[in-house]
Each structure stands twice: as C-alpha cells, then as structure tokens.
C-alpha cells in the first residue's frame, strides 16, 4: 500500500492509529488520583509532541541518514515561525497559506546555508551552521527588527490587514483556524472518570505528523536515502563509485529544513507569536538531544526522543516541593525533608539539571538511544527463540551515531 | 582618526583575551587528547565562581552589639564585623577583602586542576575513542549539570565582584601617549587583565617550549601513537594537561568577573565564539587560537563602532560568525591550522 | 592507439620529480601491469589517471576524451573503476546493498533525486546486483554487514562493486597487498574468470611478481619515475634493465 511493503505499511498504521489515539492513551489515569499530574493529554502538549515530532524527524533525514551534524537547524524553526505569523498578520487568520510559506522560505533559507556550510565536513560543518544559525538569531534582535519585532516578539494586533478576512469588527484578536475550524476548538469527552480532549489544533498537526513520517519512511527505503546513508559510510568509495555526493547532502539538507520550517510554522499556527530565542543555538542544541535520546538513524527514534524530551520537561517542571512532601509524606519527619530537598533538586527549577545528566547518561551508555536499548530489551526477552526478523523500526544503525567526516 | 582606531583596538582587547585563554585551553585538550570539550565554557564560568565564592567566604561576618551607639529605634547598634578584620585588625582585614579577586587565582588554581583531574579521569578519559559527534553531546550535557549546580548554589542573577579599589577608575591613556585628552579612557582593570592573559599565554607556550613535559605533549600532538611506543606514559600526561587547560580556563574567569559580573549562563556564552575562535584559528594550533582570539576581539569592538555600524547596520552582532564563514571557506584548515587535522 | 593513453606525464613534488615524462599506452582487451620498485612513481601515475593529482604537464586521455580536471565521480562515469590498496567499501550497509548503489550510479549517472522510489521496486537492479553477487560467490553473504567481511571477502565485493559497472577500464591498485598466500592465489583465479568473461581492460600496479607474470598481458617498468620498458611478460623477465633497476634499488 502507498508504496509501502508490508511491514512497513503495518508498521505505518501503528503509527496512525498511535498518533490518532493520542489524546485517549495519554490520559491513563482517573481526574481525581494523585496520578492524575502524569496524564500528558493536554492539547497544547500535544501539539507540541506533534511538532517537535516532525522538527527531529527532519533533523534524522541529515543527522541520522548522512552523518552530517548540523548545530543551527533551529534558525530554519524561527524562520518558519516568522513567515507564519506574517501571513497570519497580511493574509488570513486561516493557517495554511502560513505553513505554506513557511515551508518554502525555510526551504529557501537551507539551499543558501546548506550550499556554503556543506562544502566542509565533521565538526567544520557543525560550526558554519552554527555560525549562520547564531547570526540569524543576532540579525533577529537587532537590525531585523521591522521584519521580526525584536525582543518582544512578532505578533498578531487588530490592526493586521488580514486581507482574505473579512474586517475584524469584535475589538478583540482573532483566533487561527483552518477553514473556520478554530485550532483551539476541542471536544471534551468524560469516560471512566477521565476527561478525553480532542482538539482540532492536535488532530491538525497530527495528520501533517503523520504525512512527515510517511515520507520519512519512504525517504529511508528509497534509493536516495540508500546513497545519503553510503554518504555517511564511506565518501572516497561514494566518489570513486561515479556519485557526487554534495548533490544528496544538500538535498537532505534542504528536505530537513523545509520540515523544520513546517514545525515552527505549527508553532506559530498554535500560538501565533515568533520570538528570536526560537533561533537560539540552545534550540538546535534541544533537536539535536532529541534524536540522540530517540536513537538516530532510526525511524522512530526521533519521534520517541521529541515526546519523552517534552513530557519529561512538562512533568517535571510542574512538580515543587509541596507534591513532593505529598509524596514522601509517608517518610519520617527528617528523612521526608532530606528526601525531599534533594528530588527537588531535579525537579521543577531543576528540570535542566535533570536533562542535563540523563543527556549524559544515555550518550555515555546507550549510544544508540532509546530505540536501541528497546532493541537490548526485547532481545533479552526474545533469547533462545528463532532469529527475529527485522520489524521495520529501524535501519539498524551502527551503535554510536557519528561525524561524518 | 588614530585615536579611535587605538580605542577600539583596546577595547577589543580584554574580550581578546578571554577569547584567547579559552580557546588555547579548547585546543591544548583537542590538541592532546583529541577530544571536543563543550564544558570548556563551564570551566571558565566554575573559575569566575571561585571568585564569588572567596569573596563570600573573605566576607563571613558576625554581630556585635555596641552599647555607645543607637540605631533608629533607639536599639543598641548592631555591627557587623568579618571574622578576618577581627583576627588581622581593620586594615589589614579590608586590604584583603579589597583584594579578593586577584586572591582568588590562588584559591582557583587548585580547585580548577582537582575538577580538570576529575573530569578527565571520570569522563572525558572513556570518550577518546568515541566518535566527536558523542565527545561533544557528553560534554554539553555536562556543561548544562554544572551550570544548573552553579545555578542553585548562586542564583541566576549576576553577583557583582569589583576589583581591588586601585584598579577601579579609569584612565587617560590617549593623553599618555600624545593624544587629545579625554578621548581614549581606558579603564584599568581591563589593561590589567590584558596584561595578565599576556602573561599566561607566554606561560603556557614557555612551558611547552622548554619543559621535558611540554615536549612529550607537543610530541603527542604532533604524533600520538609514536610517543606512546616511545614507552612514554602518555596517558597520565594527558591527564596533567587536561587539570592544566582547566586551571588556565578558571583563572581567565576569576579575573574576567569585575569586568562582567558572574552569571551562570556565561560558559556558554563564550563557549560558542570561543569554538569559532579555534576553527578560525586552526583546531589544533596553538598559536592559531591565541592570533585568532585577539584578533575576533579587535575586529568585534571596530564593528561596534557607529561609523562602521551606519554603513552595514546590524555588522556588530555577526561579524564574528561572517569571518568564521569566510575563513573556513577560503581556508578550510583554519588561519594556522596543520594538516590532517579533524579531516578525512 | 590504445583506449588509455598517457602522454609525457611530468609530476614535481618539490625537488622531488616523481613521474619523469612517462608514455604509456594500454591496449583495449588486455591486462597491462604496471611494476617498479618502491618510489619509482607507480602510486603517483595511478593518481593522476584518476583526478586525485594533476600532472604538471602532460595529456591522459581514456577513449581519446582528456581525463585531466575531472572529479573523481566523473572520471567513473567515463568507464573507469577503481580498486583500492586497501578495499573501500560501504562498511555500514549490507553486502547487495554495496553492489546496489553502483548499479544505480550506473543507471542514474551522478546525481538523481528518487527519494520516493523504494529500493525493493527496482526489481532490475536488484536481480542485477545479486547475479553479480553469484558471480564473486558471495551471494549468501548478501545480508552481511559489509564491515563484518574477511578482507579477502570485502576485496571481493569491491571487485564486484567495480565490475557490477561494467567498466571498460578496471584500475587495481596492489589488489593482493597484505594477503596470505591463499587469498592472493583466489583474487588471481578471480581476476582471470573475470578478464575471460567479458570485454575489459585492466591496468594493474603491483610489485608482487607471481601476481604480474599470472596475469599481465603487456608490462611496463617504471623506475625513478620514467618507464625503462614496455614489452610483454617473457621478454620482461630477463631484462638486463629491469634487473638493474630492481638490484640496484637492492644496493642501494
């Protein structure tokens, strides 16, 4: 189906009934358990998984496939956010035309940055995108003011032509929509002490989650996600072999910024606001975080890195002191307080501390990511049995993603 | 027009000089050991700490009451008092805590090379075959732990960390040497801090220079696995000079804090120009980093000038990444950079 | 006149003149060694065949078009394949998926954006890939990782990798260097049943003798980088000049 083998498009429908699913599974527990702070089944997470779903699934298309490690590609999220929120601002409060233009111009932005900083390799590479990403993120600030708003931010006013809208009459902001249909319009459904949220804004950047991942995966079994992987292999071979490999690079160099473009321009169809710290290397630091986590060079990987990355960031940060003295309460006095004092530590304000070490941990001793030691585990289970096929997660990466150089 | 070219070449100094203690350290440890430090930056930032942290700890005081005084309320008077000026006498006391940045090079030093040790036996040692790609990813995420714990321990805003109050005006150093007075005020920590990385960069290429140990590691820069069939043990070595890339990285950040106060967020900031700094310079090339920090720094404060900044607006917040561009791809190995370094 | 021709090739490194006017001429449908003691410029000549160096003066032409100032993926888009001292292969991928990737180069020619295609649709390629595959017997090895190979295995495969091309020149650089006696005796059976199957050319640069004398056709001995001889392997042997140049180097 849909070009796909079997395996694949079994696998391909596991992924859209998960992520069609999503705002059921993640709502595991009743409303009023003390569980309930673990439920992730909020639209705006959602959306959020959705989108930095398909910013690492594009990161993987360059980083996992062809080696290549790129430190900027948060320039091309800012970029599309920016595009967005002015088309939201000149064109229509209806977000595609936004999501369009932020696809093209970020898609524009990577063939110029992509043709300059791939004429070098390894960490060469990583520094000419970073270099570019960070004079985005300066220009952003600075003399670009009158483009993107500066330190406040570029956002919507009543006073935007919007000119396919019809004129603005109720004094307030208008809302984004898809042809009428309100991304912050939800439907809420109580079943089994739970409360369900389907949200128009999730189920939209769902399907496009959904189309990224397709075309992922047909980019991963196709002929050229073959050659970018011989990239990442061996170059001299690649030459000698009658291929140019700049042409493939550059390619999955503008294919993997055009899918950063599309998630920052969701970003801004979701909260039509564009910041310049959206640029910030950090940023790309945090894409980069996320595939490692996930695994990269798989097809998955990405995706799982995107949404344990940003639950972990939700949760965390929302635990204080008070839930945890709820939690412990069942300690001794002064073991409750040690106890305590030091979870606190990783929670709440201390969630980057918490980021930080598990960054750590997982490269120091799962250098595949968590796709790989889902791989450990399930041989663990598997042992004494017949050799397992292969179940179409992965393109069995070597064990520690690397330079290309 | 000379007045305002040796203005902002003085002014581009000090940053100069920040640029260059990190990038030497940056490249004494890639030089060496191979291997990509991104927590280079949070060493830098750990050493301006050491300075906050003596200062705190020089200005541990208690309460006396003193009955001949009356406060407000017509309560006796509380002073504080340090510990340190009741031990040495007023003088004594006040001239230390006046003191306690430069001081605190001294306090930095051993406490730089221990968490250098630390990090190059507990860490860094398990990565030198790993791909740069896991080196740089282990190493940013333990600059984020440190700064979180420095974060917890100081707070996020700056703390403020003067310098001994000789050096805390300013001076006229156009009129010294002829010019319109009043035109190129510099003020004196800052020529002192120039002064300072002067010092310890010529320390660092003496001490590579004209030391046995220097000469294995210059050895093992040039050629890894030659001196290691010399029978020479370079691993402990290595370990040595990766305490001393530390050491010269915390000291560069003690004396960097009355310029700019102390956040914890600063490692980072410099770390990003301070890599540019090493790839415009040449990875692995000593003297590459050093020319190449200067000379980012210089070029930084001249792009900040008005009259450069009306003609190409917005020049100041790139030109350090524009040069980086230029250079990498006009000269892919760097201004100084040897062959075969980090290429295939 | 010969499908590859060099003509007064000069080569300075420094004070060094590494290839000193060097002619060579090798016929369509032969296999032409190329020997010489070490330093004689034998490395230097393949790499300016190649597009890796170019020669100060000096014209190389394969089928009468100039090779000089073409990349390296051009220059194997002209026929020209080359095997490595030390096998290149795509170690991270599988073995047909190695003998794939140069059908396609051959299909494609340098660069085509298939990015929705599926590698497993191109049934042609795929079947061509494996009857290559069969021909080196390795074709149950298909699914290997290519790193995980014997070095006999992978020098092996790159031979198919070339040869899957259907080159019309193969270059080989010491294809038997640093193997045991066995393995170099099988890459000779090898590159005999490959030289009888097909219409090809092969230019070898070897200073293994007992490889050049089973194979060679027409021999040229370089030394000091000028050719001292050209002739075919029997006059080759007792020559009074190749003894000197290859006893000489000895003394020296």
């Known amino acids: ?405 | ?344 | 006149m010969g499908i590859l021709e060099v003509n007064g090739v000069n080569k300075r490194f420094g004070g060094l003149q590494a290839l000193n006017n060097v002619n060579l001429s090798v016929e369509e449908n032969t296999v032409h060694a190329i020997i010489g003691p070490n330093g004689a410029g034998k490395s230097t000549l393949l790499n300016c065949l190649i597009g890796k160096l170019a020669p100060d003066t000096g014209s190389v032409t394969f089928d009468g078009k100039s090779v000089l100032g073409r990349k390296p993926h051009e220059i194997n888009q002209m026929g020209i394949s080359r095997v490595f001292q030390t096998p290149e292969i795509f170690g991270d991928l599988t073995v047909l998926e190695n003998v794939i990737i140069p059908c396609f180069a051959k299909r494609d020619g340098s660069f085509r954006l298939h990015a929705l295609e599926s590698v497993e649709d191109e049934a042609g390629i795929g079947e061509r890939a494996e009857r290559m595959l069969a021909d080196v017997n390795m074709l149950d090895k298909r699914d290997m990782h290519a790193a995980s190979l014997s070095r006999g295995d992978k020098r092996r495969l790159e031979m198919a990798m070339c040869l899957v091309q259907e080159p019309r020149l193969l270059l080989l650089d010491e294809p038997t260097a640093g193997m045991a006696r066995a393995d170099t005796n099988n890459t000779i059976e090898l590159l005999k049943e490959i030289k009888a199957s097909r219409d090809i050319t092969m230019a070898i640069i070897e200073h293994d003798m007992h490889v050049v004398f089973s194979l060679a056709e027409r021999i040229t001995v370089l030394a000091q980088g000028t050719p001292l001889v050209e002739d075919i392997p029997a006059n080759i042997k007792g020559h009074p000049k190749v003894q000197e140049a290859y006893l000489g180097q000895a003394h020296s």
Not at chain 2, 179 to 194: A, E, L, T
Not at chain 2, 306 to 327: C, F, H, M, R, T
């Open chain 1, 1 to 405: 189906m849909l070009g796909l083998n079997k395996t694949d498009t079994k696998f391909l429908l596991i992924v859209i009934f998960l992520t069609l699913a999503t705002p059921i599974l993640l709502q595991p527990f009743a409303e009023n358990s003390g569980l309930a702070q673990f439920n992730a089944g909020y639209p705006d997470l959602m959306q959020r998984f959705a989108i930095y779903g398909i910013f690492a699934i594009g990161f993987n298309l360059l980083f996992g496939l062809t080696g290549y490690l790129s430190f900027g590609h948060a320039a091309f999220l800012g970029v599309g956010s920016y595009s967005a929120v002015w088309m939201l601002k000149l064109l229509s409060m209806n977000v595609l035309p936004g999501i369009l233009l932020a696809m093209v111009v970020s898609g524009l932005f990577a063939l110029v940055i992509g043709f300059i900083s791939l004429r070098r390799s390894g960490i060469y590479f990583s520094i000419l995108t970073l270099a570019f990403a960070q004079m985005s993120f300066n220009l952003a600030y600075s003399v670009l003011t009158p483009l993107t708003n500066g330190e406040t931010g570029l956002q919507l006013s009543l006073t935007d032509p919007r000119i396919l809208d019809a004129a603005n009459t109720s004094g307030s902001l208008p809302v984004t929509n898809l042809f009428g249909a309100a991304m912050s319009e939800s439907y809420k459904l109580e079943f089994l002490n739970r409360v369900f949220t389907f949200n128009v804004g999730y189920y939209f950047c769902a399907i496009l989650a959904i189309i990224a991942f397709y075309i992922s995966l047909r980019i991963f079994r196709s002929p050229f996600g073959l050659m970018l992987r011989a990239v990442k292999s061996n170059q001299q071979r690649m030459n000698y072999t009658g291929l140019a490999a700049r042409p493939y690079t550059l390619a999955a160099f503008v294919i993997s910024g055009m899918y950063a473009g599309l998630a920052g321009g969701l970003l801004a169809s979701m909260d039509p606001l564009a910041g310049a710290e959206r640029m910030q290397w950090t940023a790309s630091g945090e894409v980069v975080i996320m595939t490692i986590l996930g695994g990269a060079g798989t097809l998955m990987g990405p995706v799982l890195g995107a949404g344990f990355i940003k639950y972990l960031e939700n949760i965390f940060s929302k635990i204080n002191e008070h839930v945890l003295h709820g939690w412990f309460s069942w300690l001794p006095d002064g073991l409750q307080d040690l106890v305590v004092w030091i979870a606190a530590r990783f929670t709440g304000e201390g969630w980057h501390l918490t980021l930080g070490l598990m960054f750590m941990l997982v490269v120091i001793f799962l250098p595949g990511g968590l796709m790989e030691g889902g791989q450990r585990i399930g041989k663990l289970f598997r042992r004494g049995r017949e050799d397992v096929p292969d179940d179409g997660t992965g393109n069995r990466p070597k064990p520690a993603p690397h330079v290309a150089e």
């Open chain 2, 1 to 344: 027009m000379m007045d305002a070219i040796l203005l902002q070449i003085l002014n581009g100094l000090d940053k100069g000089s920040a640029y260059a203690l990190i990038a030497l350290g940056l490249t004494l440890i890639f030089g060496t050991l191979g291997v990509v430090n991104f927590a280079h930056g949070a060493l830098f930032m750990i050493g301006a700490f050491c300075a906050v942290t003596l200062q705190r700890i020089l200005s541990l005081s208690f309460d006396v009451i003193d009955p001949t005084q009356t406060d407000f309320l017509g309560n006796p008077k509380k002073i504080h008092t340090t510990y340190l000026e009741s031990w040495l006498g007023p003088d004594i006391g006040n001239a230390i805590l006046d003191w306690s940045v430069p001081l605190a090079i001294i306090f930095a030093i051993p406490v730089m090379i221990l968490i250098g040790f630390a990090m190059e036996r507990g860490l860094i040692r398990h990565f030198y075959k790993r791909p740069h790609a896991d080196q740089i990813l282990v190493t940013f995420g333990l600059a984020i732990v440190l700064q979180e714990i420095v974060k917890y321990f100081y707070g996020a805003n700056p703390i403020p960390t003067p310098a001994p109050s000789a050096f805390r005006g300013s001076f006229d150093f156009g009129a010294i040497f002829g010019f319109d007075p009043n035109v190129i005020i510099y003020p004196y920590w800052r020529m002192v801090y120039f002064g300072f990385a002067a010092v310890i960069i010529a320390a660092v290429f003496a001490f590579l220079r004209f030391t046995t140990f220097g000469m294995v590691v210059r050895a093992g820069m040039a050629d890894r696995e030659t001196v290691g069939l010399l029978g020479i043990d370079i691993d402990k070595r290595f370990t040595l000079m990766f305490g001393l890339a530390a050491a010269v990285a915390g000291i560069a950040g003690v004396m960097y804090t009355p310029i700019n106060s102390p956040n914890y967020h600063m490692g980072m900031d410099f770390l990003v120009l301070s890599f540019v700094v090493v790839v415009v310079g040449g990875m692995g090339s000593l003297p590459g980093a050093v020319a190449a920090g200067f000379l980012l720094g210089i070029l930084e404060s001249f792009a900040s000038m008005n009259e450069i900044k009306s003609i190409i607006p917005g020049i100041d917040q790139i030109i350090i990444y524009l040069i980086a561009i230029v250079i990498l791809l006009t000269r892919p190995r760097g201004l100084m950079g040897r062959k075969g370094v980090m290429e295939e």
